[in-house]
């Protein structure tokens, strides 16, 4: 599968460890998600009937890390760098 082959080779990433990873075409106007669930693969494709998926990581950078709603406000066309969100989750003293 040619998209395992790019987490492997140009990312450094492990295409079984059961990560999501996010591709976008050219014209901004599809992402595909690739994932092992360790039985196979799933492929996972989404494409805009109108409008692009104007964020993404800068031309040459091999990969970033999202949030689970980050990667939700992705998928729906926004940037997940100007979301306002919740802060993230963070463990509370049992004292408090």
């Known amino acids: 599968m040619r998209l395992a082959r790019v987490c492997r080779e ?3 990433a492990d295409p079984f460890c059961g990560w999501l990873f996010v591709f ?3 014209r901004g ?3 595909k ?3 092992y669930d360790a039985q196979g693969f799933w492929l996972c494709q989404k494409r805009l009937s109108r409008g692009k998926f104007r964020f993404w990581p ?3 950078a091999k990969g970033m890390s999202l949030e689970a709603h980050e990667l939700q406000v992705l998928l729906a066309a926004g940037n997940p760098a100007t979301a306002q969100t919740a802060p993230a989750w963070r463990r509370v003293s ?3």
């Open 94 to 96: 049992p004292g408090v």
């Open 10 to 12: 140009v990312l450094k």
């Open 24 to 26: 976008r075409n050219r």
């Open 33 to 35: 998600i690739l994932v």
């Open 58 to 60: 800068a031309r040459g």
């Open 29 to 31: 106007t599809s992402v």
